[in-house]
Structures are given as C-alpha cells and as structure tokens.
C-alpha cells in the first residue's frame, strides 16, 4: 500500500557531504512524522532526526550542527542534508514515516513505515 524509497547514499570522504532523499508514494492518506535511523554494523539501530508535520525538528546529539533533515511536502519527499562527515557516520540509513493510508474498503491506523535502506561510507 505505501513505498519508502531512499536514495543518495554513497562513498564519500571525511569532512564531505552528501543528500539523502526518501519518497513515499502509494495510498496514503496522512503523514504525521518522517524522519531518518541509522544501523552501523555491530550495533543497534539508532535514531538520527525526525520531522514533525509542523516541521518541529529533532536530532541526535551526534548529528546537531552538522545534518539538517527537512519536507517536499508536495512531494512526500525527506531529505537529510549531512555535511561535515566523519568515519562514524558510516551505517545503513533508513527513513520512516509515521501515517495513516487507505484503500477502497479499509482505513489503517497510524502505522510506522520504512524504506529498505541506503548505504553511506565515510572513508578516505
């Protein structure tokens, strides 16, 4: 019913940038929330910022002053603008979207959606 496609992860060096995109597409009816986790190997998945419908912006300490993350609200699109790179940002980045969607016959309940995921390196 609803797609999450991330894209513009990559290979970059450290103190570089790089702009990650989400779209969503399919019946949706109401996006509430987006925002981007990260899984680096060997440890657990963590947060990294969100976005609230009335553009309220979270990050983890570990991002602040370095990425931005923001709407296309015509598009259902999430962006994260990451600059300043270092080593320890390198992990699968995976957006979501808190929201509602619909079909013919069925209206679901606020459900979390999530995209399969994009590889950023940060590596000289």
């Known amino acids: 019913q609803v797609q999450l496609v991330e894209s513009g992860g990559g290979l970059v060096q450290p103190g570089g940038s790089l702009r990650l995109s989400c779209a969503a597409s399919g019946n949706i009816r109401t996006i509430y929330a987006m925002g981007w986790h990260r899984q680096a190997p060997g440890k657990q998945r963590e947060l990294v910022a969100t976005?609230?419908?009335?553009?309220?912006?979270n990050y983890a300490d570990s991002v602040k002053g370095r990425f931005t993350i923001s709407r296309d609200y015509a598009k259902n699109t999430l962006y994260l603008q990451m600059s300043s790179l270092k080593p320890e940002d390198t992990a699968v980045y995976y957006c979501?979207?808190?929201?509602?969607?619909?079909?013919?016959?069925?209206?679901?309940?606020?459900?979390?959606?999530w995209g399969q995921g994009t590889q950023v390196t940060v590596s000289s």
């Open positions: 976005i609230t419908s009335g553009d309220t912006t």
């Open positions: 979501y979207a808190d929201l509602t969607y619909h079909s013919s016959t069925y209206d679901s309940p606020r459900v979390n959606s």
